[in-house]
């Protein structure tokens, strides 16, 4: 799914709806798409804790009410020509503020505050509290005057209920002791669990065998684990 031209594809399978965990922020969301007030939030966390997951479901559920959204990743290049129609847009995402350039940081100031007098929903991520940033003054100054919202980190049991249900998406069911397995030797990574999975998905298609510990094991060049 395209945005408004925009390069950046957006991973239909991150709906608010199967965001696990985090309650609280998620009838904080769903209680500004009733408001007819903009808000904005910032949300942080570590890697793989949801980030991306609620800033493109947030942007997915805006198209879905047919409202133009945008979701913007800050590690890549802004596209300025943004400020030429900010005001048709209901809501835009900025994911990944911490990794911005310096040479962008005027621009995001710019479009976070164009965005900001033309009424329209603001939510941005970072992996820390806006004063922890390290970018301008002013942006830190500006995201510190949002609602500052915290995401829980999953534990292994949440970590699985999330992989579960894009594996059930893709008609996928894993035995729960391949998840204990990659815990172990790959990682608990959300981010990194589902690249891997989406690998091992391939390989297992191309060699018509089972998603099991010892194809896994195999795959990975695991051996004695």
């Known amino acids: 799914m ?7 594809s957006l991973n239909s399978s991150m709906l608010l709806e199967n965001f696990v965990a985090n309650e609280e922020l998620l009838r904080l969301i769903n209680q500004l798409f009733l408001n ?3 808000s904005e939030l910032y949300i942080y966390g570590a890697s793989g804790s949801g980030k991306t997951h609620v800033l493109q479901g947030a942007v997915l559920k805006s198209l879905a009410d047919d409202k133009n959204a945008l979701y913007i990743d800050c590690s890549d290049s802004l596209p300025e020509h943004l400020v030429d129609f900010i005001d048709q847009i209901s809501l835009i995402s900025f994911d990944n503020v911490h990794l911005i350039a310096k040479e962008n940081e005027e621009i ?3 479009l976070f505050n164009r965005a900001r007098q033309s009424e329209v929903n603001i939510f941005v991520s970072g992996d820390s509290l806006p004063v922890e940033l390290r970018v301008m003054k002013d942006i830190k100054t500006r995201l510190s005057l949002t609602a500052v919202f915290k995401l829980e980190e999953l534990n ?4 699985v209920m999330v992989i579960d249900s894009q594996m059930i998406q893709r008609n996928l069911k894993i035995d729960s002791k391949v ?6 030797n790959v990682s608990r990574d959300l981010k990194k669990l589902l690249s891997t999975l989406d690998d091992l998905d391939k ?3 191309q060699s018509k065998k089972p998603i099991s510990i010892p194809f896994v094991r195999e795959f990975l060049n ?3 684990q």
Not at 2 to 8: C, F, H, R, S, T
Request: net charge neutral; charged share 20%.
């Open 156 to 159: 292994d049991d949440l970590t």
């Open 222 to 224: 695991l051996n004695n």
């Open 2 to 8: 395209n945005q408004l031209g925009l390069p950046i």
């Open 108 to 110: 995001f100031f710019d």
């Open 203 to 205: 390989a297992s298609l």
């Open 36 to 38: 007819q007030k903009s």
């Open 179 to 184: 998840y204990k397995y990659l815990f172990k």
